[in-house]
């Protein structure tokens, strides 16, 4: 929680810094490629394709080889997993499951441009992120955690609303106008912080009977994000001229 209010600090005072030296507003959006990082091997994971949206605004310096950069957006963390599932007449059957965490998160961080190549500025960008989870899909899984206990559950003291990591990458900027240009980006959004967390679960009622007799118990979990993003977006440059 602290870590994220710092983030939430920074990018305020990013965004005024910005505002007041001219500035350039960018929106962007594309596919997200997102993975988790699980403390065991429970079913087999494979990357969540989705996507986001994102509003940036970077000052506008005299020197514009090094900026500033603030932004905001919507993105959804997770996982894809195939998991084997049995009837009640014992039949056996794979099924594929997205458990998504979509959240709002907020940037702050420098960006580095290289030698134009035509009309093409190649940057890379290196930053700090704060994330605020806004809901999650994870209530449609319960009913199989009474038989496998594999799922992540859907309660509030699991789920930490508050992450925080990093953010770098790189891409290309290109005009279209003096006051209209459009970028390619790509970025790579590893968490430090757990998105879940959750003790062991014993003594969990077993709904399923031909799965096993007895109870069932769900392991001690934590999970991570990590989030790869490509994006396309339009920049739009605001100058402010200052006259004597």
């Not at 390619?184 to 007799?213: K, L």
């Amino acid at each position: 929680m602290k870590g994220f209010l710092y983030i939430v600090f920074a990018w305020f005072l990013s965004l005024h810094f910005a505002q007041a030296q001219g500035a350039v507003y960018t929106l962007k959006g594309g596919l997200s490629l997102g993975m988790q990082k699980w403390d065991n091997q429970l079913g087999r994971r494979n990357p969540l394709t989705s996507y986001h949206i994102i509003a940036a605004i970077e000052e506008l310096p005299e020197d514009p080889r090094f900026t500033i950069f603030a932004q905001a957006g919507y993105h959804a963390r997770g996982t894809s997993m195939r998991t084997t599932l049995f009837s009640t007449g014992g039949q056996r059957f794979d099924q594929d499951f997205a458990i998504r965490f979509n959240n709002l998160a907020l940037s702050v961080g420098a960006k580095k441009k290289l030698n134009v190549m035509g009309n093409l500025t190649p940057y890379y960008l290196l930053g700090v992120r704060g994330e605020y989870t806004l809901k999650t899909n994870l209530a449609q899984f319960q009913q199989y955690n009474t038989c496998y206990g594999i799922y992540p559950y859907d309660k509030k003291e699991f789920i930490k609303k508050f992450n925080y990591g990093a953010i770098f990458g790189g891409g290309f900027e290109f005009p279209f106008t003096d006051l209209l240009g459009g970028l390619i980006e790509f970025t790579v959004n590893p968490d430090f912080s757990r998105q879940y967390e959750q003790p062991a679960i014993t003594g969990i009622i077993n709904t399923c009977g031909s799965v096993g007799n007895g109870p069932t118990s769900t392991p001690q979990r934590s999970i991570t994000n990590l989030t790869f993003e490509i994006s396309l977006g339009l920049r739009f440059l605001h100058k402010v001229e200052y006259i004597d």
